[in-house]
């Protein structure tokens, strides 16, 4: 599964992006699906997942450092994945990725476990 994701760019602190996830021409609505984001010269840090469609149970998941701002989503086919980030901070400046992956939810917020990555788009925001 090639995943793709888009809705980077500039924006001021206190601005908004929404971020999409998708995989042209598959569907991955039985994965679940991460972001991460890698700020230069750091590792890559897990942000926020969803669970896969159609489960018995909806869940999402965020990192402290997001919490409140971001919201994660999937479209009711559950083949795009968005992420609605509100009151973006310089210390979000970062590329973000998607990935998805099969497998118990738990672990979720290690990199390590997810199975396909998107090439990844840039946030940057502006103080």
């Known amino acids: 599964v090639q995943l793709q994701a888009s809705g980077g760019g500039l924006v001021e602190a206190g601005g908004s992006l929404r971020l999409s996830c998708a995989a042209p021409?598959?569907?991955?609505?039985?994965?679940?699906v991460g972001w991460f984001r890698q700020a230069p010269g750091k590792e890559r840090d897990f942000i926020s997942a969803?669970?896969?469609?159609?489960?018995?149970?909806?869940?999402?998941d965020y990192a402290e450092s997001v919490k409140g701002r971001l919201t994660i989503s999937r479209d009711s086919a559950g083949n795009t994945v968005y992420l609605q980030m509100n009151s973006l901070k310089p210390e979000d400046t970062a590329v973000y990725y998607c990935?998805?992956?099969?497998?118990?939810?738990?672990?979720?917020?290690?990199?390590?476990?997810?199975?396909?990555w998107g090439k990844g788009t840039q946030v940057t925001v502006s103080s």
């Open positions: 021409g598959r569907t991955f609505s039985n994965y679940h």
């Open positions: 969803v669970t896969r469609s159609g489960g018995p149970t909806f869940y999402a």
């Open positions: 990935a998805a992956r099969l497998g118990p939810w738990e672990y979720r917020a290690d990199a390590n476990n997810y199975n396909y």
